[in-house]
């Protein structure tokens, strides 16, 4: 099964934030308990049913963001970084905002990563409703 995907302007990313927010944290908090878990159990913590819940758990977060049409990208699970698809001057880029910011202001090309992040063009934010 393929699907189209949903290029977001900034926007539209910024009004999904709310709920894109609440999932984030979601994760980040069922991270930092596996954290837990597994510092206090060791190697045998992956058979631990805490853990597997909360592994689940993060899983289902995950797809949940992926619905939306953005992607988690912290696979340190400590900033809780997410991607949006999207479009800057007439290039297929990544919308990119961290958990600590309160508005996407920023994009990377697709294969710079966070690394690559440059200031969205003035002129895309002015539109803004």
Known sequence: MTTDTK????AEANRTLPLVKKIVDDILSATKEMRLIAEEIGPEATE?????????????FMSELEEIGCYFKDWNFST?????????NEEEV?????????????????????AGRKPIPDEMLENEN
């Open 94 to 114: 990544f919308l990119c905002w961290k958990s600590d910011e309160d508005k996407i202001k920023f994009y990377h090309r697709i294969d710079d990563g966070f």
């Open 7 to 10: 290029y977001f302007t900034p």
């Open 48 to 60: 631990d049913e805490g853990f597997k819940r909360l592994a689940a758990d993060v899983e289902k």
């Open 80 to 88: 809780g970084l997410v991607d949006f698809p999207g479009m800057v």
